[in-house]
């Protein structure tokens, strides 16, 4: 067997130097990308690798996510070897090279983020048509490591992509997970008289196929958590609803017990104040007795209304003239304490599948809090007209007062049970009026106009409503 020549001898030297570091560098990789979950610091740990002066593999990485419904890829991330300088070798044995894993701190992280590097390729999308570029769009579609040594051909001379970035040979290689396209790296080595050697394109794609599969895990893991959290939320929100429909079960018997003895009280105080004469003490008292009792009943009345699963009779009904009557029963009302009514109720047949007592209800509730908000009186305003959502056209009712409207903190309260503002008011009436809407298919909106408040009533009209509710 021939001796080995100083010269082969020299090579061989090489080639077992740079196997052994790119073997480090694999070790280095695949540790990183089991040190973290957070997807947006493993994309920057994965730029700067790639990047990184001791690494000597590129001088510039950028990375592009595929979004499948516009066909586009769009810039996600871009660092430059200076950017990369933070990164850093932790948890490694001095005596085995092969241990250890890449970090950066925060703040480098958003030092990176905010660089003007990373901006120009965050604003930029490539296309993956006929306009854009071949070999980018050739790597995601044919899945395979694209590398071009020098721009030979005029389309490319008025490439944006390159042209912006001041390309002249670069590799473009696919992130790749579960026969899925998640995007493409590409890199480059920026500057006169340097070349991409066929070394670096084997450790890019075998980094890149790496960190496919990481960027895949890390959103998998992100939705698991979310619907961990999401899971969470709602055992939470129905260990809340049991609490709650016991203590409404409690407060409904509770009230129902307390209604009887409270109408025997008023009643009997009532016989009373017709046997003194004239007016007295005792009869100031009886009174107070008297509208007390009223007001505890007409608050039970409300809880046990609140409480009450409630049964809609649903039937085809006129939805303009039940407006209609309820501005006829309160127009007095209104005129009484000066405030103006303006209503604007367009002719026509109106047709709403649902209980037109209930929802004349609404429409009273809405109007009485109108006139309790305007003491000193005002105007009133009742528009009735339709709006189309797309596949179901709705019928919506509109009122606004002048009464200075709802305090900016409140307006997020104001459908709570138990919430007011008045001195006498048992803050149900918007809850059931509420609840009433949304049984019918509808939704009910609370705002603040030019001078007052403004509630906005939506109900699906018949005609465009499926008549099995």
């Not at 950028?62 to 991330?77: A, C, D, I, S, Y």
């Not at 429909?245 to 017709?274: C, D, N, Q, Y």
């Not at 039940?322 to 029963?329: A, G, K, N, R």
């Not at 009133?380 to 509109?398: E, M």
Request: hydrophobic fraction near 40%; include cysteine.
């Amino acid at each position: 067997m021939a001796p080995t020549s100083p010269t082969e001898a020299s090579v061989e030297d090489s080639r077992q130097h740079s196997c052994a570091g790119a073997l480090t560098l694999l070790s280095l990789f695949s540790s990183t990308l089991l040190s973290t979950n957070r997807l947006n610091k493993l994309l920057h740990l994965f730029l700067s690798a790639l990047v990184h002066q001791d690494n000597k593999l590129f001088g510039r990485a950028m990375l592009f996510l595929h979004n499948e419904k516009t066909g586009v890829l769009q810039g996600m991330l871009g660092v430059e070897q200076t950017d990369a300088a933070g990164l850093q070798v932790v948890g490694g044995d001095p005596s085995n090279p092969l241990t250890g894993h890449w970090e950066l701190a925060d703040d480098q992280i958003k030092r990176q983020w905010q660089s003007d590097s990373c901006t120009a390729v965050r604003s930029l999308r490539v296309d993956l048509g006929d306009e854009g570029c071949r070999v980018v769009s050739r790597a995601l579609h044919q899945r395979q490591l694209c590398h071009v040594p020098e721009i030979d051909c005029q389309r490319c001379a008025e490439c944006g992509f390159i042209k912006r970035f001041g390309i002249t040979s670069f590799a473009a290689a696919p992130l790749i997970s579960r026969n899925r396209t998640l995007g493409v790296v590409i890199v480059d080595l920026p500057g006169a008289n340097h070349t991409i050697t066929n070394e670096r394109l084997q450790l890019l794609q075998l980094f890149a196929r790496q960190a496919g599969m990481a960027i895949d895990n890390s959103q998998l893991y992100r939705n698991l958590e979310e619907a961990h959290a999401e899971l969470r939320e709602s055992r939470q929100r129905l260990v809340h609803s049991a609490h709650l429909a016991a203590i409404g079960e409690m407060v409904a018997s509770i009230s129902h017990e307390l209604k009887t003895p409270l109408v025997t009280i008023g009643g009997f105080a009532a016989r009373l104040r017709k046997l003194l004469p004239g007016e007295t003490p005792e009869q100031q008292c009886l009174d107070t007795i008297i509208s007390e009792a009223q007001r505890l009943e007409r608050m039970l009345a409300d809880i046990l209304a609140y409480s009450r699963k409630p049964t809609i009779c649903y039937n085809r009904f006129d939805l303009r003239a039940v407006l209609q009557e309820c501005l006829d029963d309160y127009a007095g009302s209104l005129a009484e304490r000066s405030i103006e009514l303006q209503a604007d109720l367009p002719a026509g047949y109106w047709e709403v599948l649902g209980d037109a007592h209930q929802l004349k209800q609404v429409c009273i509730n809405l109007l009485v809090n109108a006139q309790e908000a305007m003491r000193q009186g005002g105007a009133l305003s009742v528009l009735l007209d339709d709006v189309d959502q797309g596949d179901q056209v709705y019928a919506r009712i509109r009122v606004e007062d002048t009464g200075g409207g709802i305090p900016e903190d409140d307006l997020s309260k104001v459908f709570a049970p138990f919430f007011t503002t008045k001195n006498h008011g048992t803050g149900l009436g918007l809850p059931i009026v509420n609840r009433i809407v949304q049984n019918h298919g509808g939704s009910l909106r609370a705002a603040n106009g030019q001078q007052g408040a403004v509630f906005t009533v939506l109900l699906p009209l018949a005609d465009c409503q499926n008549d099995c509710l």
